[in-house]
Nanobody, 122 residues
């Protein structure tokens, strides 16, 4: 029905940058916001950033505010996460998600990508 696919993960040095993208297919996603979550080994999945479908409103976890920027991609059905000044604690599997029932919590999203690994070395 709906498919989300992340790309752009990889290995970077602390202080470096990485850009993640998420592409959606199967519907237009009108009225749906999109977000990024991440999960480190042994940890629960946590909120990173979210954006309204129009791109007019953005939300960030305190741990990434000022370093990460979420945006709609060049295509309507895409979303990007620009990660700058990365830290080892940013290491995690990053997931994109879509939903219209909330912003900050995993249970509020309806669709999820498969995840992409991001590793930051020190």
């Amino acid at each position: 029905q709906v498919q989300l696919v992340e790309s752009g993960g990889g290995l970077v040095q602390a202080g470096g940058s990485l850009r993640l993208s998420c592409a959606a297919s199967g519907r237009t996603f009108s009225s749906y916001g999109m977000g990024w979550f991440r999960q480190a080994p042994g940890k629960e999945r946590e909120f990173v950033a979210a954006i309204s479908w129009s791109g007019g409103s953005t939300y960030y976890a305190g741990s990434v505010k000022g370093r990460f920027t979420i945006s709609r991609g060049n295509a309507k059905n895409t979303m990007d996460l620009q990660m700058n000044r990365m830290k080892p604690e940013d290491t995690a599997v990053y997931y994109c998600a879509a939903g219209n029932r909330g912003i900050y919590y995993v249970a509020e999203y309806d669709y999820w990508g498969q995840g992409t690994q991001v590793t930051v070395s020190s």
